[in-house]
């Protein structure tokens, strides 16, 4: 069974970091591009960042561009989403999802996402 | 990026069917067959119900389908059943290889 669990998640300051990680099992997690994905309280998904299976390819949101980066690690089965310079507008839930394997860009299993609040 | 647009709301009697539409531009909707629909309930993590226009995952009902015209893409959810209540939302490949996701519709039962 595939599985996706989202953690690191908590309520930070603005201007400060977070790490926030998705821990894989149930397939084979280095043959598939990931994503994080948003969604503020209330509102709609927001595209944040995808990673290709290797790692050796990453593409972010403009909002987040310079400020958020992704990584993997595929002996861990692990993929990451380092935040700094964290802004109110950051605050969503932030699920982990992973790209189907055919061509396209579809996302076929998310997590249960994990809690960022930015808050003074 | 700007968002997908799509209709803040759909509903229709159980029986019915009912159609949400998702509208682009030439950058992504209108230039991939690469459209996807996703169903989200209250406090649960979306769920893919549409791949590649018109596709759906094993275990999607049939009441579900999806087209494509132009810039715009729609979903057609025929038979409509309590159980259809939720957000639907479209995303796109777009030209920049990133996905993009619709503002959502939300689809009430009446």
């Known amino acids: 069974e595939v599985q996706l669990v989202e953690s690191g998640g908590a309520l930070v300051q603005p201007g400060e970091s977070l790490r926030l990680s998705c821990s894989a099992s149930?397939?084979?997690?280095?043959?598939?591009?990931m994503h994080w994905v948003r969604q503020a309280p209330g509102k709609g998904l927001v595209w944040v960042s995808r990673i290709k299976s290797d790692g050796s390819s990453t593409t972010y949101a403009d909002s987040v561009k310079g400020r958020f980066t992704i990584s993997r690690d595929n002996a861990k089965n692990t993929l990451y989403l380092q935040m700094n310079s964290l802004r109110a507008e950051d605050t969503a839930l932030y699920y982990c999802?992973?790209?189907?394997?055919?061509?396209?860009?579809?996302?076929?299993?998310w997590g249960q996402g994990t809690q960022l609040t930015v808050s003074s | 990026q700007s968002a997908l647009t799509q209709p803040a709301s759909v509903s229709g009697s159980p029986g019915q069917s009912i159609t949400i539409s998702c509208t682009g531009t030439s950058s992504d909707v209108g230039a991939y067959n690469y459209v996807y629909w996703y169903q989200q309930y209250p406090g649960k993590a979306p769920k893919l119900m549409i791949y590649?226009?018109?596709n759906r995952p094993s275990g999607v009902s049939n009441r579900f389908s999806g087209s494509k015209s132009g810039n715009t893409a729609s979903l057609t959810i025929s038979g409509l059943q309590a159980e259809d209540e939720a957000d639907y939302y479209c995303?796109?490949?777009?030209?920049?290889?990133?996905?993009?996701f619709g503002t959502g519709t939300k689809v009430t039962v009446l």
């Open positions: 995303s796109s490949y777009s030209s920049r290889s990133t996905p993009v």
């Open positions: 999802v992973r790209e189907v394997t055919i061509a396209g860009i579809g996302m076929d299993y």
């Open positions: 590649d226009v018109s």
């Open positions: 149930g397939f084979t997690f280095s043959s598939h591009w």
